[in-house]
């Protein structure tokens, strides 16, 4: 006998997202999970974006990394609120490792969460963390042909960053094909090309992320 | 590339049916998987019997509808099937922006006994 199902394989997960989406909604907690490759510079990102936020309204972190507490020992010398998930090789965070570690680390009403994802293009875009924001970094030296590859990472996204474009001028990277790519994909996130090292383009980027706080 | 944790959920999905329906055992069962989906069909099998091991779908072969993932061309209205480089329409050469086939990621049905 044969029985439809027709049931999302990540249904489990799906669940349990949409219920950190809710919380975070009561609680006016700006989620912001952060996807890139490994060295693209997600915890340089966050770690600028604290700078530039600081006073404005309070944060805290959440470290997702396979084996390493090297990001979160980072994090904690800025004196900001930080938890380390090791996922034991798992290759993602998932919606029951982030409603635990929020179960923890109690982030105060009408704060900024940075959730740093495992660094990987594929799998994080699989897993909804029912995260506020999806924001996900390229960085010049991988090269401009990302989207093309990445797909699914680059349509599900809320804003792309494109970091150390400071690097521009040593590599041959081609930033009207990594738009084109981007805009094919998503019509609608906003784009913010940024440096790390020299500070250019955060000013945007920040003033961007201060208004989606809720 | 995270097949072990999906192919629990699948073995949970299909041992909550088949209770529901009363089954003996489970004898195949249906997955369709989207191209863009990530899952490697050959790693689910091979994590298949471990986890499976025990449960009313232990003896279960799998059938994996595979599903191409397809772009929406806006000026000649119609999807293509995304070519290997590119999100370039086959026809005009314009750009396609992308659709939900290619994504599908469920169990379809299970036969049982």
Redesign the interface.
């Known amino acids: 006998?044969?029985?439809?199902?027709?049931?999302?394989?990540?249904?489990?997960?799906d669940q349990l997202a949409e219920a950190n989406r809710e919380d975070f909604a009561r609680r006016h907690i700006t989620a912001v999970n952060v996807m890139a490759s490994p060295g693209a510079g997600k915890t340089s990102v966050i770690m600028e974006l604290m700078h530039r936020l600081a006073g404005d309204v309070p944060f805290s972190v959440v470290e997702g990394d396979i084996a390493s507490s090297i990001d979160a020992e980072k994090i904690e010398a800025m004196g900001v609120p930080v938890l380390q998930i090791n996922t034991g090789g798992?290759?993602?965070l998932?919606a029951n490792m982030i409603r635990e570690a929020v179960r923890e680390l109690q982030p105060p009403d009408h704060s900024v969460l940075f959730i740093e994802n495992v660094g990987?293009l594929?799998?994080p875009?699989?897993?909804d963390l029912g995260e506020t924001v999806r924001m996900v970094i390229a960085s010049v030296p991988e090269g401009h042909d990302k989207p093309?590859k990445y797909?699914?990472m680059f349509?599900a996204a809320d804003v792309v960053i494109l970091n150390k474009i400071d690097l521009k001028p040593y590599i041959r990277f081609d930033t009207d094909s990594f738009v084109?790519?981007v805009r094919?994909?998503n019509?609608k996130a906003p784009l913010f090309e940024v440096s790390c090292s020299t500070g250019e383009g955060f000013p945007e980027l920040t003033a961007w992320l201060k208004n989606q706080v809720g | 590339m995270h097949e072990y944790a999906v192919t629990r959920s699948i073995v949970k999905i299909v041992a909550a049916e088949a209770e529901k329906a009363g089954a003996r055992k489970v004898t195949r069962i249906h997955l369709v998987i989207g191209d863009l989906s990530t899952i490697v069909d050959d790693s689910v099998r091979m994590y298949f019997p471990m986890i499976a091991a025990g449960t009313v779908a232990e003896e279960a072969e799998l059938v994996f509808k595979r599903v191409k993932a397809e772009f929406y061309c806006k000026h000649c209205r119609r999807n293509f099937v995304k070519p290997a480089h590119g999100f370039e329409c086959p026809v005009c050469g314009g750009l396609g922006t992308p659709t939900d086939v290619g994504k599908e990621f469920y169990v379809e049905s299970i036969e049982i006994e």
Not at chain 1, 1 to 13: D, G, Q
Request: glycine residues 6%; negative net charge.
């Open positions: 006998m044969k029985i439809k199902v027709m049931e999302n394989i990540l249904s489990a997960n798992g290759c993602h998932d990987n594929i799998c875009s699989a897993f093309y797909v699914s349509e084109r790519g094919a994909l019509e």
